[in-house]
């Protein structure tokens, strides 16, 4: 059962390392200062292809559950992480959004009555300051409209998660995440048009790469083994494995960018990972009083 368990966890925890992989892949590839674009491709596109792979549509209740879900893990997540990869460095974007744990924390103590433990909050609080010591740098250039999308990002998707535990569709997989990804685009493709008008004139074989990888990895496969994971483990402890996003944004910056990584930050991403590994830990049962008794006498 602990290797099952294990092995959930390591499935589960790609994909955040995936979208530690995007920052790079927008900075790098992508036209400027076209985030709305960007994440209309990336979730439209990708819920197009799960539509066509399972041919299945929402029944009943599932209409409006799939907008507000896909509002919240698609729509207005992407238009505000997009906001924030395009303002800020991609080693911020990615880390600013390190609160979510602890929101998802609060919110599942109030809507699906998981406990809160002390391990937890001091685990979530350790994540939020082993992000700020990634963070935090002398060069790092703080926009504050950037910083705002950011946690904006991290509030709205952590209500999405905790919504998703508690919602638990009857369709199969690949079907619910290609409605959350189709109802989010399609909330995005008014916006987009409107704030940023039409698409470029041509797009490079870069930005078509770059486009395809977001869609299809960053997108159709990812989340789709986020909602599996979170099918089998708890909110709180899917969401601590978000963690490893600012971590690995921050690793390829220093690998692939050639940023600067100083032993501040090292040291930051020791304080996530272990973090991180304390919240997937359960929490001790306690012996049987038989058993205890049994102790007491020998």
Do not use: C, H
């Not at 292809?49 to 209409?63: E, N, Q, S, V, Y």
């Amino acid at each position: 059962m602990l290797r099952n368990r294990t092995g959930i966890v390591l499935l589960t925890a790609l994909t955040p390392s995936i979208w530690g992989t995007t920052y790079l892949v927008t900075t790098e590839l992508l036209p400027p200062d076209r985030p709305l674009l960007a994440a209309l491709i990336r979730a439209l596109l990708a819920g197009l292809l799960l539509l066509a792979i399972t041919r299945r549509l929402p029944k009943g209740i599932w209409w409006w559950r799939s907008l507000v879900l896909g509002a919240l893990n698609i729509g207005v997540f992407f238009a505000l992480l997009f906001v924030g990869a395009y303002r800020l460095p991609g080693g911020v974007a990615a880390t600013v959004g390190a609160v979510q744990p602890l929101l998802v924390a609060l919110l599942s103590a109030g809507l699906l009555a998981e406990r809160l433990s002390l391990r937890t909050a001091l685990a979530a609080v350790a994540g939020v300051a082993g992000v700020g010591l990634l963070v935090l740098r002398a060069d790092a250039r703080l926009d504050a409209l950037g910083v705002a999308a950011a946690i904006g990002g991290a509030a709205v998707m952590a209500t999405g998660v905790v919504l998703s535990k508690r919602w638990r569709s009857p369709a199969p997989l690949l079907a619910t995440t290609g409605w959350q990804l189709v109802a989010g685009g399609l909330l995005l493709l008014p916006v987009a048009a409107l704030v940023e008008g039409s698409p470029p004139p041509a797009l490079t074989t870069a930005n078509l790469a770059g486009y395809a990888y977001l869609a299809v990895i960053g997108s159709a496969f990812a989340y789709a083994l986020w909602f599996w994971g979170l099918g089998r483990l708890s909110a709180t402890q899917v969401t601590f494995l978000g963690l490893l996003s600012p971590v690995v944004a921050t690793a390829l910056g220093w690998l692939v960018l050639g940023q600067r990584l100083t032993a501040a930050q090292a040291f930051g991403a020791v304080v996530v990972l272990a973090a991180l590994v304390a919240a997937q830990l359960r929490p001790a049962r306690p012996r049987p009083a038989r058993a205890v008794l049994a102790g007491e006498e020998s």
